[in-house]
């Protein structure tokens, strides 16, 4: 039996989403006395974020510092008792460079730039590194290029854009550039005594997905490339010794269904050998999560020690693990049902960021297998509000393989009723739904709908086979989510069969788009920043002319006719479902042209649909863009789905 304060609890409505907070660049003070991380919040007011800097006592529980805001960002250890940190009056305004001495006064102005720099690291002593984004100089009237992309998702125009890394003294002021012209640095990492640089750079305009892997002597100024092959690097750091580089990534042997992985890559020999292939799982963050907010740090192995800590994607769950670089061996150290968002490490302290599919993240402590959890930013939402605990469920598909998925019920849930499901379909298709909190889905469980998810063919989280569909989109994906949806139906009885909507993000937004060229099974549909024709997402996105080839295997001139067969587009005159087409104007990944074209069509055949442009907001603006549009975001979706399924 549910409690008297289960049943008076709130049910979520589309402005709560601000009212939670999120975390990210987490990090641990060299001896490991103090935690600082950015604490993120939604602001009505300024319909944008605000960001500060927390710093607190490992020991005691207690905070040490807040920086005042509006927007301080990316905190970095120069000792135990001073940290750097970025500060912004807003997204678009000039950066600062601040130091924070923890043992009194106020924050000092290190240095000011106009451009956005990023990555911002001690080097060693009074020297910290970071990259600057630089552009030559153009024309305002018009832009005349030879390169591609033109622009990237979430950045803008970038066809005259380049990153460099400079050093500076953080007592001087004094910054020097350290990387040549030629040079566009993806990313780096500089070694535990600061004397050498790791520079991953990209590898080539028609590729620049992988990248060369320089070493720079700082003290030399000498730069030597110790990569044979190219790789695609998510994140590269240090060995204590300074004799291998710890890479997170992958040769793209599957493109990019490859499950990214540890390697260590031999300086001296530039062997490169990868420490969890075996495991068959991916190390790389690829849960949904859409509380995470626009501020969210990579995920890096950390090394302590003779062992790497790396998370690992297995099933719903983005688990921390432990690999002995002498053996090999792997050992479980923060495993359960769960996703870690971030982590560091000093010793046998650790701290991340943690959500559960019923509870937000929060900042954890783990010393010696003990858990604490450090912050309650959100646990009194969750007091407040009614929370519906995921059902997990595993089907087997026509072919014999199992798939994973997940059923939430509607608030006020009664047997011998039948209700109303949305079907949600992840993006990518390489991420994956999890024992992450979903407001989203939530959400749709308060308004009284059945919640359904899950992770077909393509997936990350499970083996390297599973997750690789190239050449095959539309196809075991598709009646993976076709037969996991009826499996269910006939399962719960609470599941209406006659209203069924479904709707999905990106990949998601093809697969819904395709779903209703071929089945008639779903009441409403809702394409969100989706892709309708695989021709156009080649020529007009930010990565379409090397993703496209690598995941439909063709190209407009070289396979025209795959890319057609691929392309929900073609297929419009078999649409019987209403469909609404949703899809923001700054969108570089899936550029609005796919929405166009399906919704001209559309009307062009009377069929029904409705379009919904967001002016502003990137690919992913439901979950980073400026909190009024994603209040409105979902406002349009319920509103839509309310009219069809009740």
Not at 143 to 158: A, K, L, M, Q
Not at 260 to 286: E, F, H, P
């Amino acid at each position: 039996m549910l409690g008297e304060d289960f049943l008076s609890r709130q049910r979520f409505k589309e402005e709560d989403l601000t009212l939670f907070t999120s975390f990210s660049n987490l990090t641990l003070s060299p001896s490991g006395e103090f935690v600082a991380f950015n604490v993120v919040k939604p602001d009505l007011s300024s319909n944008s974020y605000t960001s500060y800097v927390q710093v607190m006592n490992v020991r005691d529980k207690t905070v040490k510092a807040v920086t005042k805001g509006p927007l301080d960002l990316a905190p970095a250890w120069i000792s135990d008792s001073e940290l750097i940190y970025i500060s912004k009056t807003s997204l678009s305004s000039a950066t600062e460079l601040k130091l924070l001495n923890l043992n009194g006064g106020e924050p000092r102005t290190i240095s000011r730039f106009e451009k956005q720099i990023q990555e911002v690291k001690h080097l060693r002593g009074r020297f910290i590194s970071y990259l600057m984004p630089e552009t030559s100089d153009e024309v305002p009237e018009a832009i005349v290029t030879d390169r591609i992309p033109i622009w990237f998702n979430g950045v803008g125009f970038i066809y005259n854009a380049k990153r460099t890394l400079h050093v500076m003294n953080i007592d001087s002021g004094h910054d020097e550039r350290l990387t040549p012209d030629t040079m566009n640095v993806i990313t780096y990492s500089p070694s535990k005594h600061g004397n050498k640089i790791a520079i991953a750079s990209e590898y080539s305009e028609l590729k620049p997905m992988l990248a060369d892997i320089y070493l720079l002597d700082v003290d030399k100024n000498e730069l030597n490339k110790v990569n044979e092959t190219p790789l695609l690097v998510e994140s590269l750091t240090w060995s204590d010794d300074e004799k291998y580089l710890v890479i997170a990534g992958h040769a793209m042997e599957r493109g990019y269904a490859t499950h990214s992985q540890v390697l260590i890559l031999d300086t001296a020999s530039k062997s490169i050998k990868s420490l969890t292939k075996n495991l068959d799982r991916g190390v790389s963050r690829r849960v949904y999560y859409d509380l995470r907010g626009p501020f969210s740090a990579p995920l890096t192995p950390i090394v302590s020690g003779n062992f790497i800590y790396f998370t690992l994607s297995d099933g719903g769950a983005q688990n921390l693990y432990r690999i002995n670089i002498n053996s090999g061996s792997v050992e479980k150290v923060v495993t359960g049902d769960f996703v870690i968002e971030e982590f560091d490490v000093r010793g046998d302290l650790i701290a991340y960021i943690k959500t559960t599919d019923v509870l937000p993240a929060e900042v954890y402590l783990m010393v010696k297998d003990r858990e604490e959890r450090l912050t309650d930013f959100n646990m009194h939402i969750i007091r407040k509000y009614e929370v519906i605990k995921p059902e997990r469920f595993i089907f087997k598909a026509s072919d014999g393989v199992e798939v994973e998925g997940w059923v939430i019920k509607p608030a006020n849930f009664k047997a011998g009723v039948k209700y109303p499901a949305i079907v949600n379909i992840h993006g990518g298709p390489k991420s994956k739904f999890g024992y992450a909190f979903m407001f989203e889905h939530q959400l749709y469980a308060s308004k009284g709908y059945v919640v359904i998810y899950l992770n077909p063919r393509g997936s990350d989280g499970y083996t390297q086979e599973f997750a690789d569909i190239r050449c095959h989109y539309g196809e075991r994906d598709y009646l993976d989510i076709i037969e996991g949806v009826k499996y269910l139906v006939s399962a719960k009885d609470y599941i209406d069969p006659q209203r069924l909507g479904v709707t999905g993000i990106s990949y998601g937004g093809f697969m819904t788009n395709w779903i209703i060229t071929q089945t008639d099974m779903f009441k409403a549909a809702i394409s969100q920043n989706g892709i309708s024709d695989w021709i156009a997402e080649f020529g007009t996105t930010d990565i379409g002319y090397h993703f496209v080839p690598d995941q439909i295997c063709g190209d407009p001139i070289n396979g025209r006719e795959v890319l057609i067969s691929k392309s929900p587009l073609f297929h419009v005159a078999r649409i019987k479902t209403p469909l609404l087409i949703l899809h923001s104007l700054n969108d570089y990944r899936c550029y609005v042209d796919q929405a166009l074209q399906l919704y001209t069509l559309l009307k062009y055949l009377n069929k029904e649909t409705q379009l919904a442009l967001f002016k502003e907001g990137e690919h992913a603006f439901g979950w980073t863009g400026k909190p009024l549009s994603r209040i409105r975001r979902l406002k349009v979706m319920l509103n839509f789905f309310n009219k069809k399924l009740r």
